[in-house]
């Protein structure tokens, strides 16, 4: 066969480009420079298309799963979801997802399409009193998930959760891939990267990759206001007690060295500005992160100097929300 010939999707995830936000430094008259790292050309269309192939395949190889026989589980705000839909699909797993209440109709919509089983939270009874008594917390709401998932396993079913928030494979595929390619793109050259933070899977294996090269290089993490609700994929997990924090974000000492705290305004103005001056259509989370990168440019240290930026998906999947409606 033609080495021009993919034999699967899953050959084409990474490797995503870089790009400068010319337009964008242009428009709000930037001195440092902005590169983004736009994870929706993972061919499933987000920066999630990564860890979902790293947890399926590595458990494939432990013979923890098995095609026809195992149903895929995840509890996500919809990114991850799509992924595991996807990925599943190809491999011939059925799927189940349980869908975070105030996502987007795009992404219930796109799972149903890779054919998974898709339930919204707001239809399990167990969950929502969980997300009411802590604050819409997706940590507790997991550890209810998980005991559903224990007893249905109990009754003998091939059940595997794929478990984003504790997973190990998440930053590890970060660290082995994203972190790496930042890295060569920029020839070493950066003082910054900045992402949002979800699972704190990408901002850990990004962070221990970048750290390891260059200390100096800062790590900012952006986080929503507790009440930024519409910033929805990303939490706060500074205000939060600390058994609602993954694993992964758990101990931060030397993963970041700044959080910014993002509201919703401000970081869907950004991803709206990006769009037209860039042409790069992201969705809200990559606005808050964008928001966070402005706000390092304007201070006098990193004028002329290298920020990345991590935008995580296409805004393709938010056009059903207040994102774009200015």
Do not use: C
Not at 6 to 25: A, D, K, M, Q
Not at 164 to 171: A, D, E, G, T
Not at 175 to 204: N, P
Not at 261 to 271: D, G, R, Y
């Amino acid at each position: 066969m033609a080495k021009k010939i993919n034999e699967s999707l899953t050959e084409l995830i990474g490797n995503t480009p870089l790009v400068h936000l010319r337009g964008y430094e242009k428009k709000l008259g930037l001195k440092a420079h902005l590169f983004a790292k736009v994870e929706y050309f993972n061919p499933i269309g987000s920066i999630k298309d990564r860890i979902v192939l790293r947890i399926i395949e590595d458990a494939e190889k432990e013979g923890k799963i098995k095609p026809g026989v195992t149903t895929l589980i995840e509890y996500t705000s919809g990114n991850t979801g799509i992924a595991v839909s996807a990925i599943g699909a190809m491999k011939g797993y059925d799927v189940t997802i349980y869908l975070q209440d105030g996502t987007s109709q795009e992404r219930f919509d796109i799972m149903k399409a890779f054919g998974a089983n898709v339930t919204r939270i707001s239809n399990v009874p167990e969950i929502q009193e969980a997300l009411k008594t802590t604050n819409n917390d997706f940590v507790a709401a997991t550890n209810i998930l998980k005991q559903h998932i224990r007893d249905r396993q109990a009754a003998g079913e091939s059940i595997f959760f794929v478990d984003q928030m504790i997973n190990p494979k998440n930053p590890e595929a970060h660290h082995d891939t994203t972190g790496v390619e930042i890295w060569e793109q920029t020839d070493g050259d950066l003082a910054a990267v900045v992402s949002a933070v979800g699972t704190g899977g990408t901002i850990r294996g990004i962070s221990d990759y970048i750290k390891a090269k260059n200390k100096d290089v800062k790590v900012i993490a952006v986080e929503p206001a507790i009440d930024a609700t519409a910033l929805t994929g990303i939490h706060n997990f500074t205000e939060v007690p600390e058994e609602r924090v993954p694993i992964t974000v758990r101990n931060t000492s030397g993963v970041y060295d700044e959080v910014l705290v993002a509201t919703v305004n401000p970081s869907f103005e950004a991803a709206r500005i990006v769009a037209k001056t860039d042409g790069i259509l992201v969705g809200n989370s990559s606005g808050a992160a964008l928001w966070g990168a402005t706000e390092l440019a304007k201070r006098p240290e990193y004028e002329g100097k290298n920020i990345v930026i991590v935008f995580p998906d296409t805004g393709l999947r938010y056009l059903s929300t207040d994102l774009f409606k200015e």
